[in-house]
Nanobody, 115 residues
Framework: QVQLVESGGGLVQPGGSLRLSCVAFGFAFSDYSMSWYRQAPGKERELVAI????????QYAESVKGRFTISRDNTKRTLYLQMNSLKPEDTAVYYC????????WGQGTQVTVSP
């Protein structure tokens, strides 16, 4: 069964931190580039960060540069997003994506940043 299972979302105050995780099941994780996307209410889904196979190259949306860090642990088949200095505008559902010839999506985890 192919699955991407996100976790780590929640409610945090501005300036706080969260660490999202995405555990992969049922495919060759190390062969896939991995990404985090997010979608806020009333807005289109946007790319947050990418970590490209074999996991050395990373790219970030301008809005999160310097605050978020994407990483992966191939032995644990897990993707991470460390989110620091969180802002209310970071509030969204965050989705894990795996991409090679096929693309897989997780169900998302809610991140809410509010005083």
């Amino acid at each position: 069964q192919v699955q991407l299972v996100e976790s780590g979302g929640g409610l945090v105050q501005p300036g706080g931190s969260l660490r999202l995780s995405c555990v992969a099941f049922g495919f060759a994780f190390s062969d896939y580039s991995m990404s985090w996307y997010r979608q806020a209410p009333g807005k289109e889904r946007e790319l947050v960060a990418i970590i490209i196979t074999p996991g050395v190259i990373t790219q970030y949306a301008e809005s999160v540069k310097g605050r978020f860090t994407i990483s992966r642990d191939n032995t644990k088949r897990t993707l991470y997003l460390q989110m620091n200095s969180l802002k209310p505008e970071d509030t969204a559902v965050y989705y894990c994506n795996a991409q090679r010839r096929m693309a897989y999506w997780g169900q998302g985890t809610q991140v809410t940043v509010s005083p």
